[in-house]
T-cell receptor, first 114, second 112 residues
């Protein structure tokens, strides 16, 4: 296990539900990321927070809403999702040092939208 | 469009042999390059990073970078069945400190 934890590990939700994914990093990093991984597709970056400020937002639908209350915690709030949103959602963190931004991943949340 | 390309495989290698995984990228200004290993049902795990031309060795793993030809490779010596996984190549483009452009991965199978 890495120093990045995610809860829940599995989530099944209906299209009208509201749920939240939680990520916590214990590595002392100052940047956190949300990724979506669908079968047979490259990892898709959704959001990046650096020092608790959102620095990247890759045209993600508004039904996904991130929140970063501090440098150790990251949330992804979900509402009125679609079946095509079913995927593995990964959280990662990194430390900004020169030109190296090695990202370390949590175990992921397997989301199924019914 | 910035891209990272990998052969999807599967690449089948006998146990004990050298596995060679390749990755090409389109953004000539890229500076940082990463190899991740992902077991089925698990999250990506960083195994190597490389920033300058040449070879970088870490145990049984060697990363090779050639910026002029825009490719990066990963060699795994003395391959073990536990090396069977999907290997993801990721490249940091010059226009963002945070973005990684990901390849779709190469599935590696080590046959005992």
């Amino acid at each position: 296990e890495t120093g990045v934890t995610q809860t829940p590990r599995h989530l099944v939700m209906g299209m009208t539900n509201k749920k939240s994914l939680k990520c916590e990093q214990h590595l002392g990093h100052n940047a956190m990321y949300w990724y979506k991984q669908s079968a047979k597709k490259p990892l898709e970056l959704m959001f990046v927070y650096s020092l608790e400020e959102r620095v990247e937002n890759n045209s993600v639908p508004s039904r996904f809403s991130p929140e970063c209350p501090n440098s150790s915690h990251l949330f992804l709030h979900l509402h009125t999702l679609q079946p095509e949103d079913s995927a593995l959602y990964l959280c990662a963190s990194s430390q900004e040092t020169g030109y190296s931004y090695e990202q370390y991943f949590g175990p992921g949340t397997r989301l199924t939208v019914t | 469009q910035k891209e990272v390309e990998q052969n999807s495989g599967p690449l089948s290698v006998p146990e004990g042999a050298i596995a060679s995984l390749n990755c090409t990228y389109s953004d000539r200004g890229s500076q940082s390059f990463f190899w991740y290993r992902q077991y089925s049902g698990k999250s990506p795990e960083l195994i190597m990073s490389i920033y300058s031309n040449g070879d970088k060795e870490d145990g049984r793993f060697t990363a090779q970078l050639n910026k002029a030809s825009q490719y990066v490779s990963l060699l795994i010596r003395d391959s073990q069945p536990s090396d069977s996984a999907t290997y993801l190549c990721a490249v940091n483009p010059d226009y963002s400190n945070y973005q990684l452009i990901w390849g779709a991965g190469t599935k590696l199978i080590i046959k005992p």
